[in-house]
């Protein structure tokens, strides 16, 4: 993969982490409002997924 | 949790991660930030006795703390991008050294007082980048121009980049302004003076220093009262940038007495006209930016019934009381409010609209130009919000789960009562230092300084106000804004010689406020 498609790529993969970081936990506070387990467990997942590629993502 | 020496290292293993990533490994605050919450949530869970609900209700609290500085943050960035797409941080930098020939004037008015006005604007490591190769086209060597500019504007950090750093501290500590400006504004006042003498000293020497000390001490004088003034009374967002702005009316008078009384010098050296050929553009057009948004700033915050009417919608949500396993407790609360249209972001939004406009109608920006201000902002942005969110994260964790009390019950047995005032700035300069930011200083030990106060029986608005004074003069010792300053001068690889110069010198502004606060802390327990 060419140098310039990989920039991109992490850019593209940024602003989704970003937005999911932003989004997720409001629909957490739903969710633990509303006694939801199951949308807690994969709002709860995603951001623990979305921080974890951020530290990969070098 | 019992406190030992184990839990105490235990309890400071997400920050130790982060300093050593950055330090020792080079890593960028995203990066180790996000290990950094991953190494919080595996000891809160394993060792604090912190279950999901509590990870998850924090987790939903840091977003809302986010949000707070977020708002700033892009908006800071949209409204530095245009102005410096539009040409004014040029132009107001190719005007302010034909002001005067004479050399200490014209070192105190890009080192001390320029860098100071961008650092309030913009920041990010801008002001070092934009005055460095003024001082280079001045005459300075690289090493001199990157040192000046970074040492003049250390006092203006906290209160700069529209009081983004400021914020944070109010975020995660959860006391507002009225509280802890008073005190911040004194100290970085204060530091001002040892600024603006330590540039002159490094740009012409103990003659230079000799000469223009007269001029320093008013124009410290002028900036420490205007600053004090704007951030005691809410308008903390243009606190540094007010100050800078006084302290250049200032200077125009001064060049008028007899002894800083020089023929102006050419108006544009032959180097700018060759590097901008493009059209004269008017100076006051081109600074309008920076003037909207104090008229709006100074309007919203003055005028109350429209301060009332912008401050009316507010988000806020509320949050139940929280335990861990082990028993250390979080009570209910309500989470930071948000005004939808009175928050320092949304002026700077207001001030954006309407210089974008301005700018399009004078013809200073096009389409093009729009492309390319939104890529930057972007670009700035996202990388600056994900460090941001996962520190904010890692700190409300720690908070919540106990890591921060240990940590400040530890320090504190251990610091003596009377020693701590003067120990505080050293810590904000550590957290600076290490994150390259006041910000992400005062999100990593703001609550830990508060909670510190809290068990030494110390005020804590003096503490904490030694915390983001001591971030905001630490800031500019960062290998981070060092890099930044270096790349525009072609010093890259030799940032250790600047450095060394910087933290030398930087630590002059910092010990006077350790002394101060010292004082202080003598005078009010």
């Known amino acids: 993969m060419k140098k310039s498609s990989l920039v991109k790529n992490k850019a593209q993969i940024q602003l989704m982490i970003f937005a999911a970081e932003l989004i997720l936990p409001f629909l957490l506070f739903y969710a633990l409002n509303h006694g939801l387990l199951w949308l807690q467990v994969v709002t709860g997942g995603l951001i623990s997924l979305g921080i974890l590629v951020q530290v990969l993502l070098a | ?79 530095y991008n245009i102005a410096n797409q539009a040409g004014a941080i040029r132009i107001i930098g190719e005007r302010l050294p034909t002001l005067t020939s004479d050399r200490v004037m014209q070192v105190l008015l890009v080192s001390w007082l320029l860098v100071s006005f961008i650092q309030g604007m913009g920041g990010f490591g801008v002001p070092i980048a934009v005055c460095a190769p003024i001082l280079v086209a001045m005459g300075f060597s690289p090493l001199q121009a990157v040192v000046m500019a970074a040492l003049g504007h250390g006092w203006g950090v906290n209160f700069g980049s529209m009081a983004t750093a400021f914020q944070a501290l109010m975020a995660v500590t959860g006391l507002p302004a009225e509280t802890l400006a008073p005190l911040t504004a004194l100290f970085l006042g204060a530091a001002s003076l040892p600024s603006g003498m330590i540039v002159a000293y490094l740009g012409t020497g103990w003659q230079g220093l000799k000469k223009g000390f007269p001029a320093i001490i008013i124009l410290s004088l002028v900036m420490g009262v205007t600053q004090y003034f704007l951030a005691t009374n809410n308008l903390y967002i243009l606190a540094t940038t007010g100050a800078a702005m006084a302290g250049m009316l200032v200077c125009l008078f001064l060049l008028r007495l007899p002894m800083y009384h020089a023929a102006p010098a050419p108006e544009h050296t032959a180097e700018s006209s060759l590097a901008h050929p493009e059209k004269p553009r008017s100076f006051l057009v081109s600074v309008s930016a920076y003037v909207i948004l104090v008229v709006i700033g100074f ?179 960062s290998p981070a804004k060092v890099i930044v300053g270096c790349s525009t001068v072609g010093l890259v690889g030799k940032e250790a010689g600047a450095l060394r110069k910087i933290i030398l010198f930087g630590l002059i502004p910092v010990a006077l406020v350790a002394i101060l606060s010292t004082i202080f802390a003598l005078g009010l327990i």
């Open chain 2, 1 to 79: 949790m019992p406190l030992n020496f184990l839990t105490w290292l235990l309890a400071l293993l997400p920050v130790l991660t982060i300093i050593i990533l950055m330090f020792a490994f080079n890593w960028g605050g995203t990066r180790a930030g996000a290990l950094g919450w991953i190494v919080a949530v595996v000891v809160a869970v394993l060792a604090f006795g912190t279950g999901w609900r509590l990870l998850a209700y924090a987790q939903v609290k840091s977003i809302l703390l986010s949000t707070d500085v977020l708002l700033i943050i892009w908006t800071a960035l949209l409204l």
């Open chain 2, 299 to 477: 309007f919203v915050s003055l005028v109350k019934p429209v301060n009332q009417l912008l401050n009316q919608v507010r988000l806020n949500t509320q949050f139940p009381a929280l335990s861990t396993s082990l028993g250390w407790q979080t009570p209910a609360e309500a989470g930071r409010a948000i005004s939808i249209f009175g928050h320092p972001g949304m002026i700077l939004l207001y001030a954006c609209l309407i210089s974008y406009g301005i700018y399009r109608y004078a013809g200073y920006l096009n389409s093009n130009d729009t492309k390319q201000i939104l890529g930057k902002v972007y670009k700035s942005g996202i990388t600056a919000s994900l460090a941001v969110i996962s520190m904010v994260s890692m700190a409300t964790i720690m908070n919540h789960s106990g890591m921060i009390n240990l940590l400040a019950r530890g320090i504190s047995e251990s610091v003596s009562r009377a020693l701590y005032p003067a120990v505080a700035p050293f810590l904000g300069v550590l957290g600076a230092f290490i994150t390259g930011s006041n910000n992400n200083s005062n999100v990593l030990f703001g609550v830990l300084q508060m909670e510190t106060a809290r068990l030494l029986d110390l005020p804590i608005p003096l503490i904490l106000a030694a915390q983001t004074a001591g971030g905001s003069l630490g800031s500019i010792m």
